[in-house]
């Protein structure tokens, strides 16, 4: 019998799905406390294509939920970003595999890089936590431009940006592999 939901390393052949993703995160980013930054179906087709992702397929090919890495300043820290779980396979700990599959595989490109992530979700920051990240200052985590304005279409962009980086509704967390 075939498990209803399936994780994968995201590939090429996963493309057609890259404008669904694009619309769950979109959807998920307008609400005001979600710190959710939205990405575009090339941008995350482009990390399919790089092997930085991980999705979840139901048995139907709805997609289920996705969770894509990047690295900064090259490859020092990498981040999981992007997670979004269907609402309709909500509840099933599907966040939970999907993060975890994601920083195993940050582990396995990129072993001595610090893996971090900025999230305003208490689930998010427990999954993190049983993965052994631990809360940081903003100041520890990567000081790359390129990352930070991935921020600017967050809704709570402004926050962060009268803070001078220094702080927002997000939660930073950092897992370092030394630690």
């Given amino acids: 019998m075939k498990k209803p939901i399936q994780i994968f390393q995201a590939q090429a052949e996963h493309e057609k799905y890259a404008q669904a993703i694009s619309d769950l995160i979109f ?23 790089e092997g930085k992702a ?38 099933l700990g599907l966040a939970t595999e999907l993060k975890k599959e994601a920083f195993l595989l940050a582990r396995k490109l990129f072993p001595q890089a610090k893996i971090f992530g900025l999230t305003t979700s208490e689930a998010v920051m427990k999954i993190n936590h049983d993965l052994g990240y631990r809360n940081a200052s903003y100041d520890e985590l990567t000081t790359d431009d390129g990352f930070w304005k991935g921020c600017e279409s967050c809704v709570n962009y402004e926050i962060l940006k009268n803070n001078n980086r220094n702080e927002c509704l997000c939660t930073g967390m950092i897992f370092t592999p030394e630690e």
Avoid: H
């Fill in 27 to 49: 959807e998920a980013s307008q609400a005001k406390d979600s710190g959710l930054a939205q990405r575009s179906p090339e941008y995350i087709l482009k990390k399919m294509l």
């Fill in 54 to 91: 991980v999705i979840a397929l139901a048995t139907n090919n709805e997609i289920a939920g996705f969770v894509y890495i990047d690295t900064w300043q090259q490859g020092a820290f990498v981040a999981t970003s992007g997670l979004i779980v269907n609402p309709a396979y909500r509840g």
